[in-house]
């Protein structure tokens, strides 16, 4: 990184800033970024009582479980608490600062959390590099050198962390419901982004780890947060949406070591000449050539997704068979269904995506022609045809699951067909419990399946609505 | 197609079968086949009284709007009608027979239905030709010659009129929702996803107007279908479902003809080695090399879709936008946003889709520029930032709607962000009926949005989860 030093000051003050200033890469131990995620005293400066403002919003999430010291210079009280006129009233020891005020307020209220040795500051605002404010930027960047703060944003959404149940998000619960504990991270340069893929997980019951949306990374980058959650013990996924990497090195670098323990998946922003422009007023960054971000990620043996629905399907696929992943030898499907349509569809996608149907044992066949039309082909695809019943799934999921040549299983589950009903799910949450195989379910998501659909992730299943998701997913997964 | 002849009967009674035949090729008027879809007098043979026999759900649903006369020697009364021993007892002219027996009876009922002179039978049951029993197939067809009966089937879920309200398709309404009366038809080998896409449609409020489950297609084929749909003043947009086109020069000449009036969206299953392996046993179909149908589908002008998301999507993006399809002349996407790194996926999937970021006129850019904060960039994408109200989505779409540089809005809406309410609903759904342009939605689909979504589709709004399944569709929407 290039040293770069305000210019806006005169050259005396700058040079006594340089020597006073530490080395502007920032090191971060293994509890580097506990100060954040771990955080129990905090400063919001910016708290706001007019409702819907962001400083509201996160003065709100945050009091639930932390001690709050709200800093407003212009009112007395917020929901009955003192508000303190800057960081430098506040007796108590403070963790972490949230900052939420304008752009231009930003490095006087950083320099006074420097003068109060807060080491570690989010900053919510946004109005730096993304909005071509490079003075403002240099200002903040050599503010924060000046007294070794560390700093997520500015320009982002804020950070979560279910373990120590802090909610430093700026958007309200009742919007943006919270995943509940599970073991995936998410490391979002958007907010936007990373409020989407959260509610999505709230919303299918993924569970999480911890979450950071980091915006322009002034100064610490995605490198900082893949480091920190590669040796955190509640973590186990990791996955990233990056619009830029700020020093490809040290990613490589760390990244290397990280995905030899954890998988990690990557969906990177400004793929295209288009993207690229796009990416540079969002988060200022210049997202660079795609061939070279690709290579990295692929030296890395990091799991590359080219959309958004991938980066979610994908973790929550490592989520739900992470211990099973590990014993998974070959790319072996074996598809269930009592549609021979999608068994057709399926069987193409599974090709298209190099993945391989396999064939199934003779002990196998012979078990299940027993339960079978008489007409009936048991192969793969194994169309369990429209009048299957609870049972015959049963039976075919039992058969597959002890094929010793298969090493995964595609369930199309179609409830049009008559005889089979909701007890299907139990059958189903009985052989995912048994962990012999991963089962990917693919099921219609309309008024009659949603509650079936509902249940089956509550009891940890994986449900796709098409075939050609489940099977991109599995493909990555499998890879 | 060649001849065949029923091998299990004498040399001579074959020869009078052979004199007696029509020529085996079905040709279809344009009235051709409302004897099926219009059908107003139809025997059901096979029907039960077993709740959840086919024959017994097949019933429920015909006598709701049809005069059905149950067809059944083993039992004297169903649901409190009389059951006939066979066609021939009953004494009403039948427009269409309805078959729902033991694949080995169903020559023989075929046969009563010739002597009854019924020209039109939809054979349910399946046994045939996928499940390799050629001989009772061709034991079939000679009938169907022989009294020159026009045959939908076998092996197949039925067939469905929303104008006619004709419901013969044999899975429960409380299972799989009808949709409402549309301009979307649909010819669908499988059944399974025929029924799959219906129950999806109803979900979606998108409408029908005719449905049609073909399966083996022993005599009507998909060229059939097209051609009477092409004539259908109730369809105005065609989908098509086929593992194996039987006629490939007069699918050619036809689809030629078709494709010129409406569009013709095309899922071709088993278009891989596996994939066309299963469709063997499923509608006994050899589906074929994979480069020639899709140079067929080419020639003709249908617009090929990978899978079974997009044929629904297309779908629906023709049904709502026909008229102002026409009107577009080219592919400049605008894209508005409140949330940037939706903004940079939008940017990536439409340059990665070969359709184009239009540019703004610099008098939109100076109208939003007033609604802005200072900082905003206002380009493509338009990024509304998370500040975003009502009141600037409104300006946004108006400015974007009314510039001629813009052929399509893709419009990214995050309910996260706090300012913005359920009134967006009525401000898009003015935006939409002005017709202008086409707009197509991007929203998260988690439990706060759920509501809201379903709005916006009862108001005719076209609405997708994920970006890149969006700009896919716009693609071939707009291709």
């Known amino acids: 990184m290039k040293k770069k030093v305000n210019k806006t000051k005169p050259k005396t003050a700058r040079k006594r800033e340089i020597i006073e200033s530490k080395p502007e890469k920032v090191k971060i131990s293994k509890q580097g970024l506990d100060g954040f995620f771990k955080a129990e005293n905090l400063a919001l400066i910016g708290a706001s009582h007019e409702i819907n403002k962001i400083g509201n919003v996160l003065f709100k999430n945050l009091i639930k479980t932390k001690t709050v010291f709200p800093v407003n210079p212009n009112i007395d009280v917020i929901m009955n608490r003192h508000s303190f006129k800057s960081v430098l009233e506040i007796e108590d020891k403070i963790d972490m600062a949230i900052i939420a005020v304008k752009a231009e307020l930003v490095p006087e209220v950083v320099e006074q959390c420097g003068k109060k040795k807060i080491k570690n500051v989010l900053i919510i605002s946004s109005g730096f590099a993304e909005a071509g404010n490079e003075k403002l930027n240099e200002k903040l960047k050599n503010c924060l050198e000046k007294y070794d703060i560390k700093c997520i944003g500015p320009n982002c959404l804020g950070i979560y962390d279910a373990y120590s149940d802090l909610d430093a998000i700026f958007l309200t619960q009742q919007r943006l419901k919270r995943p509940t504990q599970g073991k995936i991270s998410f490391i979002s340069q958007s907010g936007a982004l990373g ?208 094929d010793a040549n298969i090493d995964l299983v595609l369930l199309v589950v179609l409830y049009q067909t008559p005889l089979i009903n909701q007890d299907l799910v139990e059958i189903i949450s009985q052989a995912q419990k048994s962990m012999k195989k991963p089962i990917v379910i693919v099921m219609n998501n309309n008024e009659f399946e949603e509650s079936i659909k509902e249940t089956l992730e509550e009891k940890e299943a994986v449900v796709f609505e098409f075939p050609e998701d489940a099977v991109r997913a599995i493909q990555k997964f499998l890879r």
């Not at 610490?220 to 949406?241: F, Q, R």
């Not at 739900?320 to 030898?329: A, G, M, R, S």
């Open 195 to 402: 409020g989407a893929l959260l509610g999505t997980m709230a919303d299918r019951k993924i569970g999480i780890s911890k979450f950071v949306s980091y915006g322009n990374a002034i100064n610490l980058n995605e490198c900082d947060y893949l480091e920190y959650l590669g040796n955190d013990p509640e973590t186990s996924v990791i996955c990233v949406y990056v619009e830029q990497i700020k020093d490809g090195k040290r990613f490589l670098e760390i990244g290397k070591k990280v995905a030899k323990e954890k998988p990690i998946i990557v969906l990177k922003g400004g793929m295209t000449e288009k993207g690229n422009k796009a990416a540079m007023s969002h988060t200022g960054s210049l997202a660079g050539d795609a061939r070279i971000y690709s290579g990295i990620l692929k030296q890395i043996g990091a799991i590359q997704v080219d959309n958004l629905e991938d980066l979610f399907s994908v973790a929550n696929l490592f989520d739900k068979f992470y211990e099973l992943k590990k014993k998974i030898k070959g790319k072996k499907i074996q598809v269930i269904t009592n549609g021979g349509g999608y068994g057709i569809i399926c069987a193409d996608q599974i090709e298209k995506n190099k993945l391989e149907l396999g064939e199934l044992s003779s002990a196998t066949v012979a078990k299940m022609k027993k339960f079978m039309p008489t007409f009936a082909n048991i192969g793969n695809p194994m169309d369990l045809m429209g009048d299957v019943t609870n049972e015959r799934y049963r039976l075919a999921l039992d058969a597959c699951l002890d």
